[in-house]
């Protein structure tokens, strides 16, 4: 531990002007950042006496070394110098938001020839435009479901595009008019460019001026009697108001502004953003920190404002900007705003009407964020978003893998061999379309081959719902649900309709995941490898988690991956390959279960369950039934003629040739009442 006056500045050696100063420790790693008005006058509180001190400023003054710092001309610049040296050396005593990368937007790819509207993650690219943040993948996907009938944009990779163009078939979505196909030259890339602009003033807010011009459209077509093309132009603007119900007017006056709060406690700080453009809430996010500093609700608020717009500029910085605190230095946070945006930006808080109440809402936000960070680590986002990036880091992924399916085997020596598929998005797991196989390739006991198995049924079916339906994809690959493959098991049950589910999203097994796990070590990975090769598909990454020392076994490693018992990447692998047992373990101890207490009367046709329950109560035992007359069998009530002498050839064709016999024991094993053995 330091003393703070053996590194202490001398009188007068401190400029009374603007600036930021740096903290540095022994080893001459930056440990603290801050910025000044009067850099004298700040620098002078830290070394006063520490009994004085908040307890983190005096942990970090005792850990220091020396200090520095930087003379700038005005506060703006101080602010600007402050976000860089952040940025740049991460020092251990700021306030860190953690980012927030995992948050899909919906992206427009201007920056090509043909735009392209996908969801995307990551770092923001150029060239590329942005909206949102949104909460889930589908959301995106549902709205761009609706809008693709009036803007039909192209959605479709690069591959299935070249590849259209190289057929000159267009993928289905050509054919039924939610893209243009400019694939096959359908329209020029004028006209295409031309629909993905519209798209983008749509989504930016200026959605009336298209409803009206299509209301107008669709009275004209009807006054010339085209009512075919007056009844498609109306179902037009009923999607467009659809897709615009999906984000609810909070602000009557068509507002553009961020809306930002803030949750505290002595420890954390959890910070929420609402994206209001044109009136409509059009994206949320939030953030969590550890309050390792000795900072208040302003300078919470003010390094969320570095965090949030510290590398954006243009319409992506809002006219306005609400906060619960203003900064300390509001002027010079505003006037690094504007510089931003390039033009004026408001910064203030909201005293009265709709903006106040929405205020409330976000604070609202913020509260449970900060309660879910403390209480649920499974279920907290950033958290997760930690875990999805040290997955991708620790398996040399180009992104996140945002949709996981983990696959595993199940069996009780050979018999009821099951397996199971889990799907987990976002680091959550989606239980609606989790999957279940029976093996039916082999008899018997061999987990490598019942793994090539599931994984060939699994990606074929992916291949032919790709080709029956075209593909409408994210980058990195779309988290949506899958059609579900008739005749396989379901959690629910309904979930092997094959017509489109009530609420839009996309049917099953339509789309890959970016992560495929298996429950096991090189076999059984080598196997789901080999199952993807035979298919052709070599964009999904593959690895396994083997139990015993959990290791991470990639495709043709001989080494496994080894991720620290502290990883936030392995505890979720964890989940993912626990769930999956528990899931094939369920099915396969129902099925066994089912086996077990099969009986003779089962093959009766036209025998339900209330008439097996009178034979059996009436004689007591299928072996007393088994022993009795049709004419005694016709005695119990609603069973025939007919009905008896059924029952009666099934119990026959049913009888054990010899009795059965505990080869431990030497008991004879007697038939219980359900027809089983025990």
């Known amino acids: 531990m330091a003393d703070p006056s053996s590194y202490r500045p001398k009188p007068g050696q401190i400029p009374d002007s603007p600036g930021v100063y740096k903290f540095r420790d022994e080893h001459r790693r930056v440990i603290y950042v801050g910025k000044a008005k009067s850099l004298r006058q700040r620098l002078a509180n830290y070394f006063q006496d520490l009994s004085g001190l908040h307890p983190r400023t005096r942990t970090m003054v005792t850990t220091a070394a020396s200090v520095e710092w930087t003379v700038v001309s005005t506060e703006v610049e101080a602010l600007q110098l402050e976000y860089s040296w952040i940025k740049e050396f991460d020092p251990r005593f700021n306030v860190k938001y953690r980012d927030d990368k995992s948050y899909p937007y919906l992206a427009v790819t201007l920056n090509e020839e043909f735009p392209r509207v996908q969801v995307m993650r990551g770092a923001k690219k150029k060239g590329v435009r942005y909206f949102g943040p949104y909460g889930h993948a589908w959301a995106i996907r549902e709205t761009v479901d609706l809008m693709l009938r009036v803007f039909p944009v192209r959605t479709c990779s690069a591959g299935v595009f070249k590849n259209a163009a190289r057929t000159g078939r267009p993928c289905l979505l050509g054919y039924i008019g939610k893209c243009s196909a400019p694939c096959v030259g359908r329209v020029t890339p004028e006209e295409h460019r031309e629909l993905a602009d519209d798209f983008c003033d749509f989504m930016a807010g200026r959605t009336g001026t298209y409803i009206r011009r299509l209301e107008k459209d669709m009275m004209a077509a009807a006054e010339e009697m085209e009512y075919e093309r007056a009844a498609r132009l109306r179902d037009d603007v009923e999607a467009l108001k659809r897709a615009m119900e999906k984000s609810a007017v909070v602000l009557a006056d068509a507002t553009d502004a961020d809306l930002i709060a803030v949750a505290e406690d002595e420890l954390e700080a959890a910070v929420q953003i609402f994206h209001v453009r044109g009136g409509r809430v059009r994206g949320q996010r939030g953030w969590v920190t550890d309050k390792v500093e000795n900072v208040d609700t302003s300078g919470l608020v003010e390094h969320a404002l570095q965090q949030l717009y510290g590398e954006e500029s243009g319409d992506a910085v809002p006219k306005e900007v609400l906060v619960p605190a203003l900064p300390e230095d509001p002027a010079a946070v ?17 005293q009265r009407g709709d903006k106040k109440d929405l205020m409330v809402t976000v604070q609202r936000n913020a509260q449970q964020a900060l309660g879910l960070h403390k209480t649920k680590r499974a279920s907290d986002l950033t958290t997760r978003s930690r875990a999805l990036e040290e997955i991708a880091g620790a398996l040399d992924l180009d992104t996140a893998p945002l949709r996981i399916e983990c696959f595993d085997i199940s069996h009780l020596q050979g018999d009821d061999v099951v397996a199971s598929m889990v799907v987990f998005e976002d680091g959550l797991a989606r239980k609606g379309e989790y999957r279940r196989f029976q093996i039916k390739g082999f008899e018997g006991q061999d987990d490598v081959r019942s793994m090539h198995e599931v994984i060939s049924r699994r990606f074929r079916r992916y291949l032919q719902e790709k080709e029956r339906t075209g593909e409408w994809e994210e ?16 959690e629910d049950p309904r979930a092997a309709d094959e017509s489109r589910e009530d609420d839009g999203r996309p049917k099953r097994f339509a789309y890959p995941p970016q992560l495929l796990v298996v429950d096991g070590g090189q076999p059984q990975v080598a196997a789901a490898k080999r199952a993807l090769d035979e298919l052709g598909i070599d964009d999904i990454a593959v690895c396994g988690l083997a139990k015993r020392l959990e290791e991470v076994w990639l ?35 129902a099925k066994r279960a089912k086996r077990i207490r099969a009986s003779p009367l089962d093959a009766v046709p036209g025998l339900g369950d209330t008439r097996k329950q009178a034979l059996i109560k009436h004689f007591g035992s299928v072996k007393k039934l088994r022993q009795a007359t049709i004419e005694e069998i016709c005695e119990v009530p609603g069973i025939g003629r007919r009905t008896a002498e059924s029952v009666a050839v099934a119990l026959a064709a049913a009888a054990p040739a010899a009795p059965a016999v505990n080869t431990a024991t030497g008991e004879i094993m007697e038939e219980d009442d359900g027809g089983s053995t025990t």
């Open 334 to 350: 505003s006037q690094w705003l504007a510089d931003r945006r390039g033009s004026q930006v408001s910064l203030r808080i909201p």
């Open 475 to 490: 980058t990195p690959a779309p988290t949506g649900p899958v059609p579900a493959v008739p005749g396989e098991g379901h």
């Open 555 to 589: 495709p043709d490693d001989d080494d496994p991956v080894v991720l620290p018992r502290s990883s936030e990447g392995l505890y979720l692998l964890q989940r993912v390959r626990d769930e999956a047992h528990r899931f094939a373990i369920t099915y396969q101890r």
